[in-house]
């Protein structure tokens, strides 16, 4: 059964730090893994998706890596704001019986950005 | 182009109650997903549906019935509501070409909280 564990559950940074958030899943047999931003009370935004050939996505100050042979994905913020404070979630999309696919995900990092 | 909405956005049960789950996607998606989010967790999978007319149970179905309507229309029913139940629910929809990506597209949630 697949599971997702993210480490830090929380953290919390002066604006202006260089961050990494990590994320680990216990089945390589995923077709991707996806970072969402979750605000308090709120739904869900896609941040970046790698797909299982890929090794990196970036968008601006975001860079996500997948190292799927060994289980591990990174979140890599650069330069935080306190817009960055938000809950972050980690998943990963695997085969669902066989009609299709679903994302498992982990129980995320939240994340503060002092000012 | 309203995406994937949810409806109620708020509601509170009392033990016992029943009510429906109510989630609609304009997108002409195939694939919807009824998933759960607890304090400090991650979503779960209740049930999906892979076309209309079909259903699948997922990680955590036991108290939930659903149904798909039709194509647009995917709806999750608590019979007999229990406080274990309180939790945000969010509804998702994907196509079979993102599907296979990862992609899902998310409704805002629906909060339920049962006395």
């Known amino acids: 059964k697949q599971e997702v564990t993210q480490i830090p559950a929380a953290l919390s940074v002066p604006e202006g730090e260089n961050l990494v958030l990590n994320c680990s899943f216990t089945?390589?047999?995923?077709?991707?893994l996806q970072w969402f931003r979750q605000d308090p009370g709120k739904g869900l935004t896609s941040l970046l998706l790698?797909?299982?050939?890929?090794r990196e996505q970036t968008s601006g100050r975001l860079n996500a890596s997948l190292d799927k042979s060994s289980g591990r994905s990174t979140l890599y913020i650069a330069a935080s704001q306190p817009g960055d404070s938000a809950t972050y979630l980690c998943?990963?999309?695997?085969?669902?019986?066989?009609?299709?696919?679903?994302?498992?995900f982990g129980k995320g990092t939240t994340l503060s950005v002092s000012s | 182009n309203a995406g994937v909405t949810q409806t109620p956005k708020f509601q509170v049960l009392k033990t016992g109650q029943s009510m429906t789950l109510q989630c609609a996607q304009d997108m002409n998606h195939n694939s919807m997903y009824w998933y759960r989010q607890d304090p400090g967790m991650g979503l779960r999978l209740i049930y999906y549906s892979a076309s209309e007319g079909t259903t699948d149970k997922g990680e955590v179905p036991n108290g939930y019935n659903v149904s798909r309507l039709n194509k647009r229309e995917f709806s999750l029913r608590l019979e007999s509501a229990a406080p274990s139940q309180t939790s945000v629910y969010f509804c998702?929809?994907?196509?079979?070409?993102?599907?296979?990506?990862?992609?899902?597209?998310f409704g805002p949630g629906t909060r339920l909280t049962v006395l």
């Open positions: 089945d390589s047999a995923i077709y991707n």
């Open positions: 998943a990963v999309s695997s085969i669902f019986n066989q009609a299709g696919t679903a994302l498992i």
């Open positions: 998702a929809s994907s196509d079979k070409r993102r599907e296979r990506l990862g992609e899902q597209f």
């Open positions: 790698i797909q299982s050939s890929q």
